[in-house]
């Protein structure tokens, strides 16, 4: 061990003349010459077998962000931010990883995507799957029976990931929930109304929102000869027909969930039938469809909320679909998911096939569960699949080669002769202590133009220049990146100028 430090210390040492001997500009023989002793001493020294070779990856299903990417992320994030709560929402947070056993039980088939923790020798821990099962659990913990919140944080999935579609095994929700007994379908028409309001504001494109009723589903399985103890793992294979055809759903019904042909078909008759509130009106008169108690409270709550969603106006961006299944177990009443019709395709852009974008519904029974006396709280909310619409906003922001500013520096703080360096620090502290966000070069004495370029490169639109006659002048010359334009501000007005002059302006591209 002594003869391995003593033999590095000689390559530290070796390495240190190298460089030297560069930054002295020394001759490239005298350079070459000390390099083959440094490699020699290296090759003496040969692998170091302490050293542990770390494969530099991010897990599967996960992926860093580039300032550019949280830019573009942080304004999608204002967009929908600003209209929970323009809609009157507050905000919680719950912890990352719940008991195991808060979260079993609650997503039927989806159960196994879960992440279990390594027993640490005291409580059975899951990472969160969604939102909803801690907020559902936060409400029955503290005898909440009334609340309108937001969360937005990550979740956990143990599924395969399609990362070019927005899929990953760690993203974030930003879920909206409204909870408290209040007259029927008003919230859920609201939480409707925020879902296409969010999608418009954002401008990616076309889409159309599927509505269904959890005990419509319920109530057309019972009809059709389901049994009941089939009705979860029968809604999972109908919820799948948004990706196959209707035969490779039929196959899986009747080869792998044992129903027979005939009842499957009877399914399809119904599960292939889209319309608006004109198809709720039919199915209404359906003479077994209407005699089934479930499937009958469903389609009177649906005609109510389509007459909510004409008054909102937005009932053109609503379609009833009775393949919608949404396979969570923990739904009990109106099911609904948003789908991009198409992304817009700009030049040299690829459509990018993304599917849903927000998805919820109504679930009534879930605080029950937790509660220790079984009480309910009903609740309705939406998930906003922010992974996905993110996708969409940077493929076209790539296509379109647009710049994105990765920081909010609204003014450089500059100088135009040498040893300013004191006037530029009192003149940036005076401007950060009035909130401006601004900023200098890390040089005692830089050049003029190497501060404009950077201004140019960062897209920083404002550069307040110091000079000798500024400062005999009391005046800081002011300078529009964008158009050269130069004026003398009197350094006491700076602040308003600048304030004036970079005014905000909300748009995610």
Not at 3 to 21: H, I, M, S
Not at 40 to 50: C, F, N, S, T, V
Not at 87 to 104: N, S
Not at 249 to 268: F, Q, Y
Request: charged residues 30%.
């Amino acid at each position: 061990m002594a003869e391995r430090a003593a033999l590095e210390e000689l390559v530290r040492l070796q390495g240190e003349r190298v460089r030297g001997l560069k930054q002295q500009k020394a001759s490239a023989e005298q350079i070459e010459e000390e390099v083959a002793k440094l490699l020699k001493l290296k090759a003496q020294l040969g692998p170091d077998e302490g050293k542990q070779k770390f494969v530099l990856k991010t897990p599967k299903g996960t992926r860093d962000y580039s300032p550019r990417q949280m830019a573009i992320r942080e304004k999608v994030f204002d967009v929908i931010i600003s209209c929970f709560k323009r809609h009157g929402a507050e905000v919680i947070d719950t912890p990352v990883f719940e008991l195991k056993e808060t979260l079993t039980g609650k997503y039927g088939e989806d159960s196994k995507l879960i992440y279990d923790l390594k027993d640490q020798g005291g409580e059975l821990l899951s990472l969160r799957y969604d939102l909803t099962v801690p907020f559902a659990r936060y409400l029955a913990m503290n005898k909440l029976t009334n609340i309108k919140r937001y969360h937005i944080a990550k979740v956990y999935r143990r599924d395969n990931p399609a990362m070019t579609r927005g899929r990953y095994r760690e993203f974030y929700q930003c879920d909206f929930d409204i909870a408290g007994q209040f007259d029927p379908m008003i919230p859920d028409a609201e939480c409707l109304k925020i879902m296409c309001e969010i999608l418009s504001s954002l401008q990616i494109g076309d889409f159309l929102v599927k509505v269904n009723d959890r005990r419509i589903l319920d109530g057309m399985f019972a009809i059709c000869g389901v049994p009941d103890s089939k009705f979860r793992t029968i809604c999972s294979s109908v919820d799948k027909l948004d990706k196959v055809s209707w035969e490779e759903v039929k196959n899986e019904m009747v080869g792998e969930k044992g129903l027979t042909p005939e009842v499957a078909d009877h399914i399809g008759d119904y599960v292939q039938q889209h319309g608006g509130v004109s198809l709720v009106e039919q199915l209404l008169q359906d003479p077994k469809l209407s005699q089934n108690k479930q499937a009958l409270e469903g389609l009177e709550d649906l005609k109510l909320l389509f007459e909510y969603l004409t008054l909102f106006g937005i009932a053109d961006k609503i379609s009833f679909d009775l393949s919608l299944a949404r396979g969570l177990d923990y739904y009990t009443g109106v099911i609904y998911e948003a789908v991009l019709l198409q992304t817009p395709v700009q030049p040299g852009e690829e459509p990018l096939g993304v599917g849903s974008v927000a998805a919820g519904g109504r679930y009534d029974g879930l605080v029950g569960m937790f509660d220790p006396k079984g009480r309910k709280v009903p609740c309705v909310g939406l998930s906003i699949g922010v992974e996905r619409i993110f996708s969409i906003v940077e493929q076209r922001l790539e296509a379109l080669e647009e710049k994105v500013r990765t920081t909010e520096t609204q003014v450089l703080v500059a100088s135009a002769q040498k040893r300013l360096l004191e006037e530029r620090l009192k003149l940036v502290s005076e401007l950060w202590d009035a909130g401006i966000k601004a900023e200098l070069l890390y040089k005692k004495n830089p050049k003029l133009l190497n501060q404009l370029q950077y201004c140019e490169e960062a897209g920083i639109p404002l550069v307040a220049i110091i000079g000798e006659q500024e400062l005999k002048d009391g005046v800081i010359k002011l300078r529009s990146v964008a158009s050269r334009e130069e004026v003398d501000v009197r350094r006491e007005d700076l602040v308003e100028e600048i304030k004036r002059r970079t005014s905000p302006a909300l748009c995610i591209c």
